[in-house]
């Protein structure tokens, strides 16, 4: 009897306001197969969908954050 242990590779976003372009959910993470090194595709997590992502504050930046005068909602 063998047995077999996989961890996938997920990747954080580092925008927190990426939302699934299927079903407008947040998604923090992807599925990089290349990484874990199984046979599958990318993902969004935890949809799983295979769509695009949009960000929800369109003046976030990786420097400054949300720079909206309202905050957006994640």
Known sequence: MSTHTR???QV???NPYLKCDECGKPV??????ERCGCDGD???????????VTSTCMSWSPVDGCNCETPCSK
């Open 28 to 33: 923090p993470y992807w599925h990089n197969p």
């Open 42 to 52: 990318f993902f969004n997590y935890p949809c799983e969908h295979k769509a695009g």
């Open 12 to 14: 954080g976003f580092a």
């Open 7 to 9: 961890t996938h590779v």
